[in-house]
């Protein structure tokens, strides 16, 4: 069990430009989920997966924002024409496929758009 | 959907002394809930859940939080705090609306730790 990996842990980038993270969940788990947290709040749920199927996403959820699971492993969130509000840490977490059950957390990708 | 509330945003307790962490959560029926701590840096780390059963639950390294329906409270407790404690803590409720796949986070307690 080598945990949740995203990548890369920080990027900046200008206001416009398209960004693209990735993360890796822990192998054995079906469920993967995307949150948002920003400065003094906790985090946001975004979406979710299980397996390949995007089975739920949230109204924060804007249509710049875009995740895939292709092959039921790893899974990339891409925001496009980045705003400055977008800023934020974003989580990924994965999980067995059982209800209730724990969410492991990655160390999250911190976005800084200029 | 379901709402869960920390009153505290920070809380500076010394080493040793005891330490509570409040949580209030809305929802009718009997909520699931989470106690999640995430130290600068890192990701958040399950302490404990509660889903039923037991209404004081044990968590990981000595934190126990107790669930008291009549004050739709899930307050998190440590008997002596250590100075590694220093974190900032997520109370959260297994969202019903989505077959409690999903999590609702409060707006999370930073525990400051003094010598």
């Known amino acids: 069990d080598t945990g949740v990996s995203q990548d890369p842990r920080h990027k900046i980038t200008k206001r416009g430009q398209n960004v693209t993270f990735r993360c890796d969940p822990i192998?054995?788990?079906?469920?993967l989920y995307w949150y948002r947290q920003t400065l003094g709040q906790g985090p946001e749920f975004l979406t979710y997966f299980q397996n390949e199927a995007q089975l739920e996403k949230s109204r924060l959820l804007s249509d710049r924002f875009s995740a895939e699971r292709p092959k039921g492993s790893f899974s990339t969130l891409e925001i496009q024409r980045t705003e400055q509000g977008d800023s934020a840490m974003y989580l990924c977490?994965?999980?067995?496929?059982?209800?209730?059950?724990?969410?492991?957390f990655g160390n999250g990708t911190r976005l800084t758009v200029t | 959907a379901q709402s869960v509330t920390q009153p505290d945003i920070h809380i500076t307790v010394s080493e040793g002394a005891s330490l509570e962490l409040r949580c209030n959560y809305s929802?009718?029926?009997?909520?699931?809930l989470f106690w999640y701590v995430q130290s600068p840096g890192q990701g958040l780390q399950l302490l404990l859940k509660y889903f039923s059963g037991d209404t004081l639950v044990q968590g990981i390294k000595g934190f126990e939080a107790e669930f008291k329906r009549s004050q739709s409270s899930f307050n998190l407790r440590k008997p002596s705090v250590h100075w590694s404690d220093a974190a900032e803590y997520f109370c959260?409720?297994?969202?019903?609306?989505?077959?409690?796949?999903?999590?609702?986070f409060g707006k999370g307690t930073m525990l400051l730790v003094s010598p």
């Open positions: 977490a994965s999980s067995l496929d059982r209800v209730l059950s724990p969410l492991h």
């Open positions: 959260a409720v297994a969202e019903r609306n989505s077959g409690y796949s999903t999590l609702t």
């Open positions: 192998s054995e788990h079906n469920r």
């Open positions: 929802y009718g029926a009997t909520p699931y």
